[in-house]
């Protein structure tokens, strides 16, 4: 059900990507710049997907809880 | 509330089910950040607009960034040259000093940006030495054309590149007493 391989990225601005890691980075990076004067590196696009991800997958949070 | 919250929370239930998992959130973080009003007219309106729509446009403001400097640039390469960029208003949100900016527009530029007529709106007024609790985004709006009303009767740059259709409409965002001068 859950796609591993697609993520998805939504700026408080409104502005959403769906994608493969590659590009939701890419596309998020480029966004923040052009948009929003933001230099955000890939670490940090790719520490704020995968926290998202594990903190909303069911299975961590009933083993968690 | 946080105008860029609300929206948030108001679309969560609109999410595509093709993607289960929930989307990570992105926003600007810096201390300070900068609230962009990108204003038009139309016709005998003053419209709002942005980007991604008349919702405040917040921007990154880095430590050695000149905050004009940045709304400048950014509102060039993404929108189109202003014909004005004014700070009017500063508080704080977001976890962040924000400080507000009207940018004037000419309305070749809107495209397919999506705009709202502005409507006038109550100031949040603060107390002698305290700032008002809650500020909503049309008070901003109304601070910021109080103030270009103010500006184009007292700054001759504003005065002068800002074009005459502007003044009547304007005038109307000036106090009663001040209405007669200029």
Same mark, same amino acid.
């Given at each position: 059900?859950?796609?591993?391989?697609?993520?998805?990225?939504?700026?408080?601005? #409104?502005?959403?990507?769906? #994608?493969?890691?590659?590009?939701?980075?890419?596309?998020?990076?480029? !966004? #923040?710049?052009?948009? !929003?004067?933001?230099?955000?590196?890939? #670490?940090?696009?790719?520490?704020?997907? !995968?926290?998202?991800?594990?903190?909303?997958?069911?299975?961590?949070?009933?083993?968690?809880? | 509330?946080?105008?860029?919250?609300?929206?948030?929370?108001?679309?969560l239930g609109d999410y595509d089910?093709?993607?289960?998992?929930?989307?990570?959130?992105?926003?600007?973080? &810096?201390?300070?950040?900068?609230?962009? /009003?990108v204003v038009w007219l139309d016709?005998?309106?003053? %419209?709002?607009?942005?980007?991604?729509?008349?919702?405040?446009?917040?921007? %990154?403001?880095?430590?050695?960034?000149?905050?004009?400097?940045?709304?400048?640039?950014?509102?060039?390469?993404?929108?189109?040259?202003?014909?004005?960029?004014? &700070?009017?208003?500063?508080?704080?949100?977001?976890?962040?000093?924000?400080?507000? /900016?009207?940018?004037?527009?000419?309305?070749? +530029?809107?495209?397919?940006?999506?705009?709202?007529?502005?409507?006038?709106?109550? +100031?949040?007024?603060?107390?002698?030495?305290?700032?008002?609790?809650?500020?909503?985004?049309?008070?901003?709006?109304?601070?910021?054309?109080?103030?270009?009303?103010?500006?184009? %009767?007292?700054?001759?740059?504003?005065?002068?590149?800002?074009?005459?259709?502007?003044?009547?409409?304007?005038?109307?965002?000036?106090?009663?007493? /001040?209405? &007669?001068?200029?």
């Amino acid at each position: 059900m859950d796609d591993p391989t697609t993520f998805t990225n939504r700026c408080a601005c #409104g502005w959403e990507i769906t #994608g493969s890691e590659d590009e939701v980075v890419d596309a998020t990076i480029d !966004h #923040g710049r052009r948009i !929003h004067n933001m230099e955000a590196t890939r #670490g940090q696009v790719l520490a704020a997907l !995968h926290d998202r991800a594990v903190r909303s997958d069911p299975v961590s949070e009933a083993a968690a809880g | 509330m946080n105008p860029s919250l609300g929206y948030l929370r108001g679309r969560l239930g609109d999410y595509d089910d093709r993607v289960s998992r929930a989307p990570a959130g992105w926003d600007v973080d &810096s201390p300070v950040q900068a609230e962009v /009003f990108v204003v038009w007219l139309d016709g005998d309106r003053l %419209q709002l607009t942005g980007p991604d729509g008349p919702q405040p446009w917040i921007l %990154q403001l880095g430590a050695t960034e000149h905050p004009v400097e940045v709304v400048d640039r950014i509102v060039r390469e993404v929108v189109g040259p202003p014909i004005l960029v004014h &700070s009017t208003s500063w508080r704080r949100d977001r976890d962040a000093v924000i400080l507000s /900016f009207v940018v004037v527009i000419d309305g070749g +530029l809107v495209g397919a940006m999506a705009s709202v007529p502005i409507e006038r709106a109550e +100031l949040a007024r603060s107390e002698a030495t305290v700032a008002p609790r809650d500020i909503a985004v049309s008070a901003v709006v109304e601070h910021g054309l109080r103030h270009l009303a103010w500006l184009v %009767q007292d700054d001759p740059v504003v005065a002068a590149d800002l074009p005459a259709p502007w003044r009547p409409l304007l005038a109307a965002y000036l106090p009663e007493p /001040f209405r &007669s001068l200029g």
